[in-house]
């Protein structure tokens, strides 16, 4: 077998595992992987920042499914990105990072950027290795990829000293190919008990969480709703897994990121099918209120997920995909038919008389009419970015999302900076979709020096931006506190003018102060972006201190703009 460079060998299983691009930023810790980089056909992109470089590789990740590769040299490469892994590890996606190291001999002796990242980094990483011996290096990398992609996807961390990155093995590439990852498949006593429950259940709800997304189910998804004529509620994470215009869609459960519709249709249920959901805080609220009387059965990859937020009436542990494939076997084999207009009714009736309104005409802009516009401007094809902060709680409740991976949010870690890095990792892996980050005027800052990546390489999208000069999330959670300290970001007439940060980096901008300028403003960016290739901002100046409709419980979320009252029935509440 021929003697290759220990790294041609790392970049051919690279390429072979589906990476056709990387995200980074060289070092000399790191050369020798660099070196083999540009013997090869994958393509790499040089980031400003190395957490932009992992946020670049999760949003490529979570648009094509595959596993993203960030790489950066040793000390604070390493330590910068730790809030990429947390991340990954956070939303379940499936991520590679490559880390160089001070040679092994020196490690000891507080060399120039040594630093243990692997100690650092595991616990935000399903694996942290260093590879100590030039002739495994191939293999872990086999095996974190494996990893990566096998059970509840999440970020793994290689470290590379470089005196092993230095050295010569025996590999052929010819032979060799990735590890398999098995199903995990559901115990068929499970299933049927599950399609019991379901058949038993009056006001049934699936609960369609980030998993249905991830494991390729949404297809599935439909069909069973449809076959048992079961209503459909999706998480924020799982934001697209049914198409939101769909007659069973029924909204999303929250006390932040909902509908009131969903709220009220979850609180009428007696039954929640969840797949592939967590159950995180901002979803559930007070666990009394949301568990009520009703039953869940949740199905999770991961067996010690079931039970962490409360015990299930049934825990199923399966692949989404694999248990609503089977789920459909046993509806075959059985009498499964039952009479669900009048609950299907219900929530369609809830969910014409719950709305809120976004067709507000006010000067300052309120926020919900940006999303008017976005949903009445750009076409189901899009993908969507957004991270955190009231922009993103205003995008989960008025958002419209049609198709699964078309709407990308940082959902549990929440990281400021995290949408023109993901932009850029989103638009790498659908050159030809248009792509729209959703941003604050806070987060855009944090990372802004990556729009210099996406002018380098001719990487185009649109960024919106609502902009209320504030921290806005944290001046919110300050009200019950009586203050309203530190969080106000306002000088001179407007702050910082954003539009001259894009100019500043080769791009274009254009600030609306009105709502009837948003739309022309949406139009002027998606043309601009196409024709000159780059980044396009439309800044929008929406009111200082308004807020999102938010609360404690899903039973008492408080509004904030006048709403209709509820419909009366069955036991909803407000």
């Known amino acids: 077998m021929a003697r290759i460079p220990c790294m041609d060998a790392v970049v051919s299983v690279l390429a072979s595992e589906g990476v056709d691009i990387a995200f980074g930023c060289p070092g000399a810790a790191i050369l020798p992987l660099y070196a083999a980089l540009r013997r090869s056909d994958i393509k790499h992109l040089i980031v400003r920042h190395e957490e932009g470089a992992t946020h670049m590789a999760d949003g490529w990740a979570r648009t094509n499914g595959r596993v993203g590769v960030a790489i950066g040299t040793s000390g604070p490469a390493g330590t910068n990105m730790i809030t990429g892994l947390y991340t990954a590890q956070a939303d379940s996606i499936p991520m590679v990072c490559i880390t160089g190291q001070a040679p092994t001999a020196k490690l000891h002796q507080e060399a120039f950027q040594a630093v243990d990242i692997v100690s650092i980094a595991k616990p935000v990483t399903k694996w942290a290795v260093q590879v100590k011996e030039a002739a495994q290096a191939p293999w872990i990398f086999r095996e974190a990829f494996r990893i990566a992609r096998s059970g509840r996807p999440g970020p793994v961390l290689v470290d590379l000293p470089l005196d092993v990155q230095r050295q010569d093995i025996e590999w052929d590439a010819s032979i060799d190919a990735p590890l398999p990852v098995p199903t995990v498949e559901p115990h068929p006593a499970r299933v049927e008990r599950a399609l019991d429950m379901l058949l038993a259940a009056e006001r049934p709800l699936i609960l369609a969480g980030g998993g249905v997304i991830l494991g390729e189910a949404t297809d599935l998804l439909r069909e069973v709703a449809e076959t048992l004529d079961v209503p459909v509620q999706v998480t924020l994470m799982g934001k697209g897994a049914l198409p939101e215009d769909h007659d069973l869609f029924a909204g999303m459960t929250g006390i932040q990121t909902t509908q009131r519709w969903g709220n009220a249709s979850f609180l009428e249920s007696d039954l929640v099918l969840a797949l592939g959901a967590r159950f995180g805080d901002r979803h559930t609220g007070d666990l009394e209120t949301y568990r009520g009387d009703r039953k869940f059965i949740h199905v999770d990859i991961e067996p010690t997920q079931i039970g962490k937020v409360f015990g299930p009436d049934l825990g199923v542990v399966s692949d989404t995909r694999a248990f609503l494939a089977a789920l459909l076997d046993a509806v075959r084999r059985r009498d ?12 369609r009736t809830l969910r014409g008389t719950l709305g809120r309104r976004d067709d507000f005409d006010a000067v300052p802009i309120k926020a919900p009419r940006v999303f008017r516009e976005i949903n009445e401007f750009f076409g189901p094809d899009t993908y969507f970015v ?15 999302v049609f198709k699964p991976r078309h709407y990308q949010v940082c959902g549990q870690a929440g990281p400021l900076g995290w949408e023109i890095p ?22 855009f800052q944090f990372l802004v020096e990556e729009l210099a990546v996406a002018a380098q390489y001719n990487i185009p999208f649109v960024l919106v931006m609502l902009n209320n000069e504030y921290l806005g999330l944290i001046r919110q959670a300050e009200i019950p506190y009586g203050m309203n300290y530190e969080v106000d970001i306002h000088y001179d007439e407007y702050g910082t003018d954003n539009v001259k940060v894009m100019e500043a980096y080769g791009c274009s901008g254009r600030r609306v102060t009105r709502p009837t300028e948003i739309a022309d403003a ?12 780059r980044p396009v901002l439309v800044e929008v100046m929406i009111e200082r201190e308004a807020n999102t409709a938010h609360g404690l419980s899903i039973a008492q979320v408080k509004e904030f703009e006048p709403v209709p009252e509820i419909e009366p029935g069955n036991g909803a509440a407000a």
Do not use: C, N
Not at 423 to 439: F, L, N, R, T
Not at 522 to 533: G, H, M, N, P, V
């Open 386 to 400: 957004t991270a955190i902060g009231l922009y993103q709680i205003w995008s989960g409740q008025f958002q419209k």
């Open 336 to 347: 499964t038919h039952r009479d669900r207009t009048g609950w299907v009714s219900r929530v």
């Open 522 to 533: 949406l139009a002027w960016a998606s043309k601009e972006s196409k024709r000159t290739s």
């Open 422 to 443: 993901a932009a850029i990792g989103v638009k790498s892996a659908k050159p030809d979709a248009e792509v729209v980050g959703v941003v604050g005027d806070y987060s």
